[in-house]
Structure formats: structure tokens, C-alpha cells
């Protein structure tokens, strides 16, 4: 829990001022798309777990769903591991679901819960691992790409479109936290999903921009992006990135959203 994360970002923070030191790591929270989920999350580095037919969700099984472990690969070339929730009572021919996020978590955690609830109400539901993550293949581990991302949600609703029990014409998708923008971004062009919903506490491109609540100034904003150059010029001679000390622990005083991440991911329930 207290090992500190890699990232771009890591020397050079503790050159700042207090108050710019809090905007950067605003920035760098929604920044982790970049430079890793492991930043935010406190993810271990690890390769790609065996996939399990135990049931090992943070969340009670239902029997209402049937349940499958089941395997696909994206454009890229990248294995993904999924869980595929089937109603009991179902038919040929039924809507299907492709749920994703949040950011840097695994299918055994909120996708999945989201997952096998929809399907309780009467939909073909996938959760799954997106490419470096978890039981789905890829190296190096716990990162994030948009591009790859964005073609994970598409290979999901591949598997789905040949499943027989769905109705192709009948796909959505659901994206959660920083997934809400991969699933945006895959509805943009791939005009085979039919709906999608998203839980998104906030628009990640305008914090990238602007900090948390547009507290970045432009000033502050120039000094992080000289000071991530010049860390990746550091990490370039030293052959690997530098460490970033973590900053969801809590010291008292923090964000309401740092205390919401700190609430779920640093605590025994995310696992």
C-alpha cells in the first residue's frame, strides 16, 4: 500500500510551492490516462493472472445470472479476460451491455457488480479487464492508452455481436468514472452501439486542462508540463521512470474527491 508509483512526474514536484505542488498533483490526478493507472490506484506491477472460474468479485453472487469466464482479443493483438453474466430465463436475441471502468479497476470490482445487476433485469452483460490490466494481457502492466482503450470496448462489442443469445442490433454500452470517456469515444465511430450511459463524476479533459474545479492557472499549467519534460529527459538517462510519492493517503484538510478515492481504493473493500 505504501509503495510509492511510478510516473513522469515524480522529481521536480518538491521544487514547487506549497499551493503549486497541490495544484500539479490536481493535474496529475486526471493525468493518469498518460502516465499510468498505478498512479492513482496503488496497483502492484504484475503480469497477467491466470484466469480463475472461482467466483472472486467484491460483490455477492446472484442467483438470478448465470456466470462465464471468457476470453477475446482486440485489434491490437492484446488477450482480454471478461465475465459474462447471462439471465437464467432468457431468450435468443436479447440487448446486450459492454460495461467498462472505473479507471485502473478490474471486472471483479464495480464493472461487474454493474454487470451482473443489468443482467438480473434482463440483458446479456459484459465486464472485462481492458488491455494491461488484470487477467487481460499486454505489457507493460497498469497502464492505460486511450487509442487501445477506446479498441478494448470495441472487441467487446465483437464478442457480444456473435454471441447467440443477443440481438446485435441491440448493443449498449456502460462507462464508468474515467471509462465514461472510452466508451464516448468508441460510440463516436462505432455506430454497431445502439446506447450508452455513463457515471462519470467529471469531464477529464477540461481538468487535464484546468485542474480540479479550473484551479489550474495558466502559469501552473506551464510549470507542469516544463517540469514533466524535464523529468522524461531524467527518466530517458536512467533508463526507467522515476518514483512519484502517493498522494491518495490522507493527512487531513484533502479535496472531498481525494477523500471519495482514498474511501474506496485504500481501503480493504476495493479487494
Not at 60 to 77: A, C, I, L, M, Q
Not at 111 to 116: D, K, T
Amino acid at each position: 500500500m505504501n509503495e510509492p508509483h511510478r510516473s513522469g512526474l515524480a522529481a521536480g514536484s518538491r521544487d514547487l510551492p506549497d499551493a503549486g505542488r497541490r495544484n500539479l498533483l490536481k493535474l496529475t490526478g486526471a493525468g493518469v490516462v498518460a502516465f499510468g493507472a498505478g498512479l492513482l490506484f496503488n496497483i502492484p506491477n504484475a503480469k497477467a493472472q491466470n484466469m480463475s472460474d472461482e467466483w472472486d468479485k467484491t460483490f455477492p453472487r446472484s442467483e438470478k445470472v448465470d456466470h462465464e469466464k471468457v476470453s477475446f482479443t482486440n485489434r491490437y493483438g492484446i488477450t482480454l479476460s471478461g465475465d459474462l453474466y447471462l439471465p437464467k430465463d432468457r431468450t435468443d436475441a436479447m440487448p446486450a451491455l459492454a460495461v467498462g471502468g472505473p479507471f485502473g479497476a478490474v471486472k471483479e470490482q464495480s464493472s461487474g457488480l454493474y454487470a451482473q445487476t443489468m443482467a438480473e433485469r434482463g440483458f446479456v452483460t459484459l465486464a472485462f479487464d481492458p488491455s494491461y490490466t488484470g487477467e487481460s494481457g499486454g505489457e507493460p502492466r497498469n497502464i492505460a492508452s486511450p487509442d487501445i482503450n477506446t479498441e478494448d470496448v470495441m472487441a467487446a462489442v465483437d464478442l457480444l455481436g456473435l454471441h447467440g443469445s443477443v440481438d446485435r442490433e441491440r448493443i449498449g454500452l456502460i462507462g464508468i468514472c474515467g471509462w465514461g470517456g472510452m466508451a464516448l469515444s468508441a460510440v463516436a465511430v462505432d455506430k454497431r452501439v445502439k446506447a450508452i450511459a455513463v457515471s462519470t463524476m467529471y469531464d477529464m479533459t477540461r481538468v487535464m486542462s484546468n485542474g480540479y474545479d479550473d484551479s489550474m492557472t495558466p502559469e501552473q499549467r506551464a510549470l507542469a508540463l516544463e517540469q514533466i519534460s524535464r523529468q522524461r529527459r531524467e527518466d530517458a538517462a536512467n533508463g526507467a521512470p522515476a518514483w512519484q510519492p502517493p498522494y491518495n493517503e490522507l493527512k487531513g484538510g484533502e479535496a472531498q474527491f481525494l477523500v471519495d478515492y482514498h474511501d474506496y481504493y485504500m481501503t480493504p473493500r476495493r479487494t
